[in-house]
């Protein structure tokens, strides 16, 4: 009996040993990994990098909240100094121009899509791009949208869509996937344009062949404004 | 074994796996940080986000400076009518319901370009802060779109905005040319004109 237990205690001891000789070699790699000199470790370039990422957010934001409040002053200041009626017709025209800029929030019946990356996404594979999203917006565009936002970005004549790293830069303001566009426009005819346009053709194929996920379906929609204000430098109107 | 070894030997497998966790996704974290991909994505990122902060503090400066003018001014409706008259002419341009003119860049292609290659293109023309673009002659707005009959060759691209921005911001190497693929002719200009949306 006594000779049956005692390999048992040893097999024991002996695995004992060996977790806490695994659990060693991890600690002192982890506590080497924090201690590596800051002016040799390879980390630190992309640290900063990361690092001034996250202050350009923010101060992104409160520029942004800044031009947003000054807009608003403006406005008010300029309907209250207005003098003649034809400044008053040009005012108007120019609260209609805004709103055809995106720069005030539109409410009405329009789609609602969903573009995801797919749950086997591996490097670019099964991954939403910023290219599936402009194409998403051109056909939405060609079939008589009236307002277009992505995650909450007003699609205005400026917007660029610049892919980087697993972010999407869209007004300038980081955000990344799930994307919700909203389009306002004929729901009938934006969700027929969404299955059959032969410019999403590709992407269609991405749905069905990398498993990238899509949804569309028809809501009442409140578009939000652009936030920033325009500012023309180097073009003349003729 | 007995029940407390059985016990000590769970606590340090438990102890063991959470230390084997964190230690790989330590190392799967560091790793993103220097592989070289996600550091020059990081870095574009950075840029983007640096020259979004610049126009968007041009944009506050601006204003306020119409604000103030507004205050200060003894003939405020005056200078509200000034302001009005140069806010329509912006939108105007934006809106594409104007010709317009000024310095710029203009791409011509001598193969076909795809619908992708455009959409690329007028994407980064305006990342580059075109201020109006046109696309064999037709304004490229807010609300455009390209359709799919493709563009036989000559395509001619006109941007206009800060000449120089623009110019060396297509010709980057890695950039936007070099991703279409597609034999191009770059002309900066100082004089670039474009005609109203139809």
């Keep these: 009996m006594r000779s049956l237990i005692l390999p048992s205690r040893r097999l024991v001891l002996l695995g004992l040993f060996g977790v806490g000789a695994v659990i060693g070699i991890v600690l002192v790699s982890q506590l080497r990994l924090r201690t590596v000199p800051q002016r040799v470790s390879p980390l630190v370039p992309g640290l900063a990098l990361t690092q001034a990422a996250d202050l350009l957010t923010a101060s992104v934001a409160s520029e942004r909240a800044a031009v947003d409040q000054l807009q608003q002053q403006l406005a008010a200041a300029q309907a209250a100094a207005v003098g003649s009626q034809a400044d008053r017709a040009l005012l108007r025209e120019l609260t209609a121009e805004r709103d055809e800029l995106g720069l005030t929030s539109r409410t009405g019946r329009g789609v609602s899509i969903t573009l995801a990356d797919s749950p086997r996404a591996v490097g670019a594979f099964g991954v939403v791009g910023a290219a599936d999203i402009r194409d998403v917006i051109n056909v939405l565009w060609r079939h008589q949208a009236s307002a277009i936002s992505v995650n909450g970005e007003r699609m205005v004549p400026t917007t660029a869509i610049v892919a980087a790293a697993d972010l999407t830069i869209i007004n300038g303001a980081k955000t990344t996937q799930p994307y919700t566009i909203e389009a306002l426009g004929s729901t009938r005819e934006l969700l027929e344009a969404l299955a059959a346009d032969p410019l999403l053709a590709p992407f269609r194929a991405k749905v069905t062949l990398e498993g990238v996920r899509f949804g569309s379906r028809s809501a009442e929609l409140t578009v939000p404004p652009y936030r920033g204000s325009f500012l023309i430098e180097h073009a003349r109107s003729l | ?198």
Excluded: C, Y
């Excluded at chain 2, 063991?16 to 994505?41: C, M, Y």
């Excluded at chain 2, 986000?49 to 200060?72: F, G, S, V, Y």
């Design chain 2, 1 to 198: 074994m007995n029940r407390r070894s059985a016990g000590v030997v769970g606590a340090i497998a438990l102890a063991g796996g959470a230390l084997l966790v964190w230690q790989l996704r330590a190392q799967s974290a560091a790793l993103a940080l220097v592989t070289p991909d996600t550091s020059a994505q990081t870095a574009v990122t950075v840029l983007e986000l640096t020259r979004t902060r610049d126009q968007l503090a041009k944009q506050r400066a601006d204003l306020a400076t119409k604000l103030a003018t507004l205050a200060a001014s003894s003939e405020q409706a005056q200078a509200t009518h000034d302001q009005a008259v140069t806010a329509h002419q912006t939108n105007q341009i934006l809106l594409g319901t104007t010709a317009v003119s000024g310095p710029g860049i203009q791409l011509t292609f001598e193969k076909t370009v795809t619908t992708a290659n455009l959409l690329d293109l007028t994407n980064a023309l305006r990342n580059l802060g075109a201020e109006a673009i046109s696309v064999n002659g037709e304004r490229f707005v807010g609300t455009s779109w390209i359709d799919e009959r493709g563009f036989e060759p000559p395509v001619s691209v006109v941007a206009i905005g800060d000449q120089s921005l623009l110019d060396n911001g297509v010709r980057q190497r890695g950039g936007i040319l070099d991703g279409l693929g597609v034999p191009v002719a770059i002309v900066a200009s100082d004089e670039l004109t474009m005609s109203a949306r139809q």
